[in-house]
């Protein structure tokens, strides 16, 4: 890629994220029932675009940590540690951190580091949070998989443990991925597999991705193919439950909040990806579409496919209704960087990934256009 080429899939990337998150945040946790009743055309039974109007003052929690892996490679150099992302969530974060994020946090205030801060008094160390904020990682390294991985454990030590660094280190290595792909040659089993290779073969979390792609080829539809990739969580989760006591037990593994868990939003991520791609009418949104329709933690699941597909598709071809509502603006709850263009947080993100590639992936140097 020259540079050009590269800022517009990270420009599309970090769209396509932006886009995903306000396409899924109203349908978050809501119940698989209640969205088809609820949000799905009475005809053809689909959602195909957003469910509400934009605002583009809304603040998702899930891209502050990202903005926060962004700053502190900009403060530290490429080389940063969880320590210093720990120390960036201390300087930065200002509200809203849940679950694993909101223990770890607590940990850090009180001087405890990375690792320790993702397990001490933390019950929610398998939770989505680790993926949720992957993207960044692909971001900057474009068709360095590796790297992108590299970086992903480091962030995902911060709170997360076992499959909840896997999840976070899948999804980066697809986004990294993404960069090699075009909207005219999609071929997301590819991207699927690839990131599998990133995992060790005996993790829970890459065995369950190999069970979903099973799923995929033996189901005609999405619908049925969800039912059966559930059908395959709620096995793995009455294990964790006989395994588990106390607050895991009962505030998480057996509550409603057992939606958190990776595994299952893994699963939606790679179904809506396999059943997406067969769509051509929008082939963009029609993955954000289908994750959104499978409930669970939809802005998360929709944020992390949008920016697959808008790092897939680049700024230049996202469809217009997906793009032009989201007026070029981000909001954040970042101490001191609370409103964004997204031209220009994409072109920071863009400067970062050069450096990085240029250091850590040298084969793959973004080159000027010139």
Known sequence: MNSEEYYNKVLGGWLG????SHFGTPLEFRPYKYIQKKYCDKGTKEITGYVKPVNT????????????GLLTLEEKGIEISSRDIAEGWAKYLIKYQYTAEKAAKKNILKGIMPPESATLNNIWFDAIGGQMKADIWGLISPNCPEVAAHYARIDGAV??????????????GIVSNAFAQTSDSLDLKSLIQNGLKLLPPDSRYAKFIGETLKIYETHENWRDARTEMLRQWYKIRKHLIHSSNGMRKYAYLKSPLQFLNVLPNAGIIVLSLLYGQE?????????????????????????NIGTIMGTIFGAEELPAPWKSPLKNTFTTYIKGQSSWKITELASRIADLGKKVIAEKCPERKVESKD
Request: glycine letters at 12%; one cysteine or more.
């Open 279 to 303: 769509d051509k009418t929008d082939p963009f949104g029609r993955p954000i579409c289908i994750s959104g329709m499978m409930a669970y933690d939809t802005d998360c699941n929709c944020g």
């Open 57 to 68: 003052e809304t603040v998702n929690d899930d891209e502050i940590y990202e903005i926060v």
């Open 17 to 20: 994220r932006v886009a995903g």
């Open 159 to 172: 709170a997360h443990s076992g499959i909840g660094i896997d999840g976070e280190v899948f999804i980066a």
